[in-house]
């Protein structure tokens, strides 16, 4: 029994059913997340370690050496990259898909404790990490108070505040970004310490005995039980300052008789700016698998709670809203469809010119809509651009569906055929047909499924909207669509057959018939000419066209990274950011409606947050500025004026252009510019003299920006050199030594725990020793460290000597050789132009040295990849349509005809783009591919009817023209409905329109453009290819009573002479 026999046996039924689903599919709206992109579901670990002071080298050597010896007996790691900067290892696992990440966690943390064996002393255990590409900042929560300093608002955030992140779902809890931590600092008096012949590390061990914790034990008292407890502990912040260091002639010498002990931070590497001004914020990072939109919804709503806990003159706001961008790419989407779904109505009504039959198709568009929702729902999917932009392509695709059993149910009624009776055999009779055509949809679709990476996780959740809503619609017309027709339309339909005088649509395909006949004679000819021209054409405009991976987006932000002089101060990078924005502010006419900057290096107690902002130094900062609304600027356009201007007043700062926009951080996979070049090998000297040559190669593209090494390669060193022999013949030991220097240079915080407990709060807090910056800031005072306790002498000077010289600043490494990157920003050029421009630029170099390594990185690889995939997923499709065809037909020449209008889709898809200046990207690729799709449909529709005619009649030039003749209409129809369908979202309408808008623009080239093929190539090719066929079936049963031709053959169907 066929779902149209049940649909109108039952159809009160029916529709309870089909209403039922449509309560569901309202009530999984309201919880379905809602996003930018698909989650990614990238399979990367993070371990983070940090030790202060350690350099880049010592860094690379003691701790990600050994960590990437271990990492390798992890299953399904796919590579392992380092970073190592002063004080910091940042490690990044990458793993192969479908391995299992808890496991791998389980792996890589019981690694982690085996290479914490071979660490320093004083090292803390790693941070492992799960952070991926969807794991993005959505927004900053930002403290601020006019009374208060930077330390306190510092320590609300991480005490009061960052806890408050654990009640909202899917948000992560990254430590603040601004200030220090709050420390306990013993700030000596160098010139006090030589006064009382002491060294700095005599206050720390001083420290660290005098203050112990230690647990509390019970006494049993008669019947009671007490608690004791012992003041091992210092309690108040000024009892340090009253800590005996030692003894002399009887004489206690106290830490306050030598240094000044104040609750105040740890040494500054980092200011936070918000509008120029030094503030403190909290970045709100997302979860891979939460919604943005949800998590800052969510967020927001806590913020007066949060505002509660903070004293009254402490202000918290919610800056850099990223779902704001999240939610107008959706309602730019949404917009979009609902007036393609208005225009796509209107075009069915221009050709049906029948309000209730248009009412019946539209109908059938939101109910098959807000069922497919429900089953990506379902699915797990979300709500974001690639799943709208199927859903607003599917509303043509459904449009198809609708209308066909439409028109068949008119031509039955033209017939004279009572209503009951016609529309049951009009839903019987395209059952197949629709069944086949929506296999050929999607199967269109199907090679999304044996995709890999980044072009699966976009283009399977499209797949997936189009595929479930086309199955939901096919459901529609062989249910619902019967159901309403009988209740609808009226019991006797004239046509227009049968009207006096010809209608405007019975001239025009009077006029296509004509056409046809007189096309017939030079059938060949024509379909060779038609096959010549659209694939020479459509290889030429693949060469011509550009290549990126998503449409470029202006949304008014942009993110800077500005790079003093290796080494430079931080107040001297601080104050360079302060002019930089005063330079952007001037440049956007005062239009700026909010900054922020980072300067400086991440605070080592934070390792973590290097995820989120990584700089490699105190000369470097990260500035985002973030424009009014109504200001409208070509991004590109202000990046160059920017870039001009910076140069002419600041001509010592280094700068390039980041990705801000969540589109662009997810595509760049962690990039900071499009083009990168890697130069690997073992010697730094080989691998910094070739990258100098790459860097003048790309100098000379035009429209290449930015281009520069990312690494700093001459970082300021003191370099200490020990007489080890003068040190043996002194008493002196290496170890004496070291902590004397660290604890005057930096502090003891990574030789020796000392905590002390604010029992307001009930959180510990560092306690070091240090020499402040504004004291050690002569040679001479480094040359006069004491290194014995108790003696004036011998100091650091008389041991050592001192040579000032430069060293990398960062040491980056894959697997076995250590790498340096050059990179350059694209100025209004495509991607895949700039990548094919570099390669030809480094390939015209000489060869690198031997152990050398020259290979593109960043978006150039993925672009790569993304093509390449995509285009292996067009020719599996087109291969699974024809076998899918092939089955059907029982005939390899049908099916070779059916798919004769694939070579017009290419073209007339590239062609549009190229037109409207767009790119061949992720989006115009799926256009291309579901035009792809809905042209085979088409041309489904005209080879069965015309191979049916043809055994029937035992003519094919007669079967093919009356075939072509009776879908004329159909095909029109639906063509024209999807193309006004899609002309909103071509247009680029709305704040992100630009986003989907390639993807519209190809559909309707695709359209145009097969549509043509279908009408006036097709008929021609299956004469060609079936005019002396036999008429034999290939059934191996008896031969079968043939069909009565004229139950098929239209009534006004030209019969060919």
């Known amino acids: 029994m066929s779902l149209v026999t049940v649909a109108l046996k039952r159809p009160i039924t029916t529709v309870i059913i089909t209403l039922s689903l449509l309560l569901f599919s309202i009530l999984s709206l309201f919880k379905i997340p809602i996003d930018i992109f698909p989650q990614l579901n990238s399979p990367t670990i993070y371990v983070i370690e940090s030790y202060g002071g350690m350099s ?23 590579n392992i990259s380092a970073k190592n900067i002063q004080g910091l290892t940042l490690l990044k696992l990458s793993f192969y898909e479908n391995t299992d990440m808890a496991e791998a966690s389980a792996q890589v943390a019981l690694q982690v404790n085996r290479a914490m064996k071979f660490f320093p002393p004083g090292a803390l255990p790693p941070q492992v990490v799960r952070f991926d590409a969807s794991s993005l900042p959505v927004g900053q929560l930002v403290l601020s108070s006019k009374t208060r300093s930077l330390k306190e608002i510092y320590d609300m955030a991480s005490t009061l505040v960052r806890p408050m992140f654990s009640a909202v779902p899917g948000l992560s809890a990254p430590p603040p970004f601004g200030a220090n931590s709050r420390t306990i600092t013993v700030n000596v008096d ?32 008669d019947n009671t039980m007490y ?27 106290y830490v306050k008789d030598v240094a000044r002990v104040s609750d105040g931070s740890d040494i500054t590497v980092s200011y936070a700016l918000i509008n120029g001004r030094r503030s403190v914020y909290i970045p709100a990072v997302k979860t891979a698998d939460a919604s943005t939109w949800a998590v800052v919804r969510n967020l927001k709503a806590k913020l007066p709670e949060i505002q509660n806990l903070l004293p009254e003159d402490v202000k918290v706001s919610y800056e850099f809203d990223q779902s704001v961008a999240v939610m107008n790419s959706v309602q730019s989407l949404l917009h979009e469809g609902g007036l393609g779904a208005l225009l796509t109505g209107l075009m069915v009504l221009l050709f049906l010119r029948d309000w209730r039959s248009s009412l019946i198709v539209i109908i059938t568009i939101p109910v098959s809509i807000l069922l497919g929702v429900l089953l990506l729902k379902l699915f797990g999917q979300t709500i974001n651009i690639m799943t709208l932009s199927g859903l607003a392509l599917a509303i043509g695709i459904l449009v198809d569906q609708a209308t066909v059993t439409i028109e068949s149910i008119h031509q039955h009624q033209e017939k ?63 249910t619902l669509v019967p159901i ?16 006096d005088s010809p209608s405007f649509f019975d001239r025009i395909k009077k006029r296509y018939r004509v ?14 000419g038609y096959l010549f ?30 790079k003093e002089p290796d080494g430079t101060r931080l107040e001297r990078t601080e104050e360079s950011v302060k002019q930089v924005l ?12 909010i900054s922020s900057a980072y300067v400086g290096l991440v605070p080592s107690s934070y390792g973590v947050s290097n995820l989120y902002v990584f700089n490699t130094g105190t000369h470097e900062a990260v500035i985002q500025v973030n424009l009014n609304a109504d200001y409208h600027v070509n991004m590109d356009e202000l990046k160059d004026v920017l870039r001009h201007n910076i140069q002419y007043k600041m001509p010592r700062l280094r700068f390039n252009f980041e990705p801000i926009d969540m589109t662009e951080k997810i595509m760049s996979q962690g990039a900071a510019t499009p083009i990168e070049v890697r130069i690997a090998g073992k010697k730094m000297d080989e691998m910094k003299s070739y990258a100098d040559k790459v860097v003048s190669a790309l100098h000379k593209i035009d429209y290449l920006r930015d281009v520069q090494i990312a690494q700093p390669l001459k970082l300021p060193t003191i370099a200490i050199a020990i007489d080890r022999l003068k040190a043996s013949q002194l008493g002196l030991q290496m170890d004496d030594i070291a902590r004397s220097v660290t604890a005057s240079t930096s502090s003891s915080r990574f030789t020796q725990k000392i905590q002390w407990l604010d029992e307001n709060n009930t959180y510990t807090y560092q306690v070091q020793v240090q020499v402040p910056e504004y004291v050690m800031n002569t040679m001479d005072e480094l040359r006069e460290i004491p290194l014995v306790k108790g003696q004036l002498t011998p100091t650091l000077g008389d041991i050592a000597s001192f040579n000032t010289q430069y060293m990398p600043g960062e040491y980056d490494r894959q697997g076995p050789r250590r790498y340096l990157t050059v990179m350059a920003n694209i100025h209004q050029k495509d991607l895949g132009t700039a990548t094919a421009d570099v390669q030809k630029a480094i390939r015209s170099l000489a060869a690198p040295p031997r152990g050398v390594i020259v290979e593109m990185k960043g978006m150039s690889t993925l672009l790569l990849e993304t093509m390449s995939s995509l285009q292996i997923g067009l020719l599996c499709a087109v291969v699974v349509i024809f076998l899918l065809l092939a089955a059907n037909y029982q005939s390899v020449k049908l099916s070779l005809t059916a798919l004769v209008t694939i070579p017009a889709v290419i073209l007339g898809a590239l062609l549009m783009l190229i037109l409207t200046g767009s790119t061949l990207n992720l989006q115009s690729y799926m256009g291309m591919i579901m035009s792809t799709g809905v042209s085979v449909a088409n041309a489904i529709l005209i080879v069965s009817g015309a191979e049916n005619l043809r055994i029937d009649l035992r003519n094919a030039r007669t079967a093919a023209f009356a075939s072509a003749a009776t879908r004329l209409r159909p095909i029109l129809m639906t063509s024209m409905a999807m193309i006004a369908g899609m002309i909103p979202m071509a247009m680029g309408m709305g704040e992100t329109g630009e986003q989907a808008a390639p993807l519209g623009r190809a559909v309707i080239g695709g359209l145009f453009a097969s549509t043509f093929a279908a009408l006036f190539i097709l008929p021609l090719l299956f004469v060609w290819m079936k005019e002396k066929s036999n008429y034999d079936s290939v059934s191996l049963l008896p031969h079968e009573e043939p069909v009565d031709a004229e139950a098929i053959l239209d009534n006004n169907a030209y019969i060919a002479n």
């Open 56 to 78: 880049p080298q010592q860094m690379e050597g003691f701790f990600s050496s050994r960590m990437q010896d271990q990492f390798l007996y992890v299953n399904g790691i796919k």
């Open 190 to 221: 160098p010139n006090k310490l030589r006064s009382y012949h002491l060294t700095a590390d005599e206050i720390v061990m001083a420290l660290s005995k005098f203050n112990v914790m230690s647990p509390s034990g019970n006494l049993h008292l």
């Open 227 to 253: 608690v004791t407890t012992i003041n091992s502990l210092i309690k108040n912040v000024s009892d340090f300052a009253n800590i005996p260091i030692l003894t002399k002639n009887g004489i206690p010498i």
């Open 416 to 478: 004279g055929t009572a209503k009951r009776k016609a529309i049951y055999r009009a839903c019987q009779e395209i059952a197949v047909p629709l069944l086949l055509i929506l296999f050929c949809i999607l199967a269109v679709f199907a090679p999304s499924f044996m995709m890999e990476g980044i072009p699966r996780a976009m283009f399977l959740p499209l797949s997936l909207s189009i595929g479930l809503t086309m199955i939901a619609s096919y459901f529609m017309a062989q």
């Open 484 to 499: 309403l027709s009988n209740w609808l339309l009226k019991d006797h339909h004239l046509g227009h057959a049968q009207s």
């Open 515 to 528: 056409i046809l006949h007189r096309s017939m004679r030079h059938k060949g000819r024509v379909v060779l």
């Open 533 to 562: 021209c659209t694939l020479a054409m459509s290889a030429l405009a693949f060469l011509y066209i550009g290549k990126d991976m998503m449409p470029k987006v202006n949304n008014g932000q942009f993110q800077l990274r500005i």
């Open 582 to 593: 005063q330079l952007i502010d001037s440049t956007v006419n005062h239009q700026v409606a």
